[in-house]
């Protein structure tokens, strides 16, 4: 059963595009959908997820707060190693872990992972490397989609529904 979610952020949570004001301030958009079942899966279900991005914005910092991620990781050049980290101080091994990734700096995390997804923009190495690739691009929901997949795969899709019913 999977107990922890990792998620990439530019090209998984977002659509990939980062946007600067004149002023050099960065703006992303990130999808609501996603984000509602990021919550019910740590604050209803009780389990774990973690932000692991090789960029570092507030503005993830700030979303991560939002959600109320345990776990957020910024500028990390090997996804792996923190993955590591996060598994020795959760207690978990990798057949418990689901992750979604859309470039190359994913792929060592997401072939070691028990559940691997990507987002439809993907790139094509990764598509062809994960076990799922989503119909949703990055920013457009493949979250979610990657969610509810786990809560179906896992009987838990009837009390997400009946959560908000």
């Not at 910024?74 to 979604?100: H, P, T």
């Not at 990507?118 to 949703?136: G, R």
């Not at 989609?145 to 899709?157: F, G, K, Q, S, V």
């Amino acid at each position: 059963m999977i107990e922890l979610l990792v998620f990439d952020v530019d090209g998984t949570l977002t659509n990939g595009d980062i946007m600067y004001s004149s002023s050099g301030e960065e703006f992303k958009t990130f999808n609501v959908n996603d984000g509602f079942a990021m919550v019910f899966w740590t604050k209803q279900l009780g389990k774990k997820a973690a932000i692991i991005t090789g960029r570092e914005s507030k503005i993830v910092e700030y979303r991560a707060n939002e959600l109320k991620i345990e776990h957020l990781y910024q500028n990390v050049k090997d996804k792996l190693a923190i993955l590591d980290e996060i598994l020795k101080k959760e207690g978990l091994n990798y057949s418990q872990v689901a992750a979604i990734g859309d470039d190359l700096n994913d792929l060592k995390m997401l072939k070691k992972v028990g559940l691997s997804f990507a987002p439809q923009n993907a790139t094509e190495l990764v598509k062809n490397s994960v076990n799922v690739v989503c119909k949703k691009s990055g920013g457009s929901g493949a979250a979610r989609e990657m969610i509810e997949y786990i809560l179906r795969e896992d009987n838990l899709e009837e009390e997400f529904l009946n959560t908000w019913l």
